[in-house]
């Protein structure tokens, strides 16, 4: 490898809170916040799973305003930079501006990866606010090389300091990421991010294959603290980075002490890789939509993994949760 450093996001209180369902505390913030500080973890990012804005009845509600959330964050990182993530639609220029004024650093602007147009203002906004700004581009599986190189240099032209390879679904093989990051590197001047989930076990493998190929910015989830399967797991990511004599600038003892002693009692049971997250990665569906599948299973009496197969077969994106309904009552009538 050529790459000797690489710098960590720690998604586990965004990401991570769907795996929560959205119920962490200003308290539980904080004292996961400053652990990361501590650890010296560059980025922490904090917001509804879904983003700024995204507590509602459709995508799930937060037991604390994130607002609040933010702000307990920032209040306990002397090191850390707080990041949010913002996808148009959901999350408005307001929303990004009041996170800003609460000591927010970096914005995270995500779309699909067709839709890169819609995330112009948000970025312009940003930049403009003076925040360090990363187009985020989803279900990166789903699109041709080609296209997606397309719609990077878009969020590139739009000011982005950072567009990333988001496999949201955990369908990405590591070849895949190889031709996909290779190619951002060879058509932007920007850098370039990988976002992982671990629905087909391959989070790990391919991060590092996102590495080996440039990509300087890469997510993780403490204790693997995510949606579907969770993250990339960032403890065992900065042990593995350390062998290869890659720098973090990250404490390992101490991102082990905060995944063993304060994130594990926050979850009701350890994340797997279940039935259910696997065939998020089989079908190619966003890893938000597994909890969201299982209680329509329960409500309609029909398998949450056909359900998830279909909406694979529909190319379903995030957005898009109240066809989750729609398939399972369908589903049903069968």
């Not at 539980?28 to 509602?56: C, F, M, R, T, W």
């Not at 995270?108 to 970025?123: F, L, N, P």
């Not at 920007?190 to 910015?217: D, P, Q, V």
């Amino acid at each position: 490898m050529n790459q000797r450093e690489v710098f960590i996001t720690e998604v586990a209180l965004r990401d991570g809170s769907h795996a929560v369902g959205h119920s962490y505390s200003i308290e539980q913030v904080k004292s996961v916040a400053q652990a990361l500080d501590e650890a010296n973890v560059p980025y922490i990012e904090v917001s509804h799973g879904d983003g700024l804005g995204g507590s509602s009845l459709q995508y799930g509600l937060s037991m604390t305003d994130e607002m609040e959330l933010i702000s307990a964050a920032v209040s306990v990182c002397k090191n850390s930079k707080v990041g949010v993530l913002l996808l148009p639609g959901i999350g408005t220029v307001e929303h990004l501006r009041e996170a800003e004024n609460l000591g927010a650093r970096m914005a995270r602007v995500a779309t699909h990866v067709t839709e890169a147009d819609v995330s112009k203002q948000h970025i312009e906004v940003a930049k403009k606010l003076g925040m360090e700004t990363v187009g985020f581009l989803m279900m990166a599986h789903m699109v041709s090389t080609e296209k997606l190189v397309e719609q990077a240099k878009l969020m590139e032209n739009y000011g982005a300091d950072t567009v990333y390879v988001v496999d949201s679904a955990g369908a990405l093989l590591p070849h895949q990421v190889k031709e996909r990051i290779r190619a951002l590197r060879e058509h932007l001047t920007i850098k370039i991010g990988f976002h992982g989930h671990n629905n087909l076990s391959l989070a790990m493998a391919n991060t590092l294959a996102a590495i080996e190929e440039g990509a300087t910015m890469i997510d993780g989830s403490v204790r693997c603290l995510g949606a579907g399967a969770g993250n990339t797991q960032t403890e065992v990511l900065i042990a593995v980075l350390e062998r290869m004599k890659i720098k973090t600038g990250i404490d390992l003892y101490k991102m082990m002490d905060l995944a063993e002693d304060v994130v594990a009692p926050l979850l009701d049971k350890p994340q797997e890789i279940s039935k259910g997250s696997l065939v998020l990665g089989y079908a190619g569906v966003y890893s938000s939509f597994l909890l969201h599948a299982n209680r329509a299973a329960k409500k309609f009496n029909v398998d949450s993994r056909n359900i998830l197969v279909e909406l694979g077969k529909r190319k379903v994106v995030g957005g898009q949760e109240d066809m989750i309904v729609d398939v399972a009552r369908e589903l049903a009538k069968k």
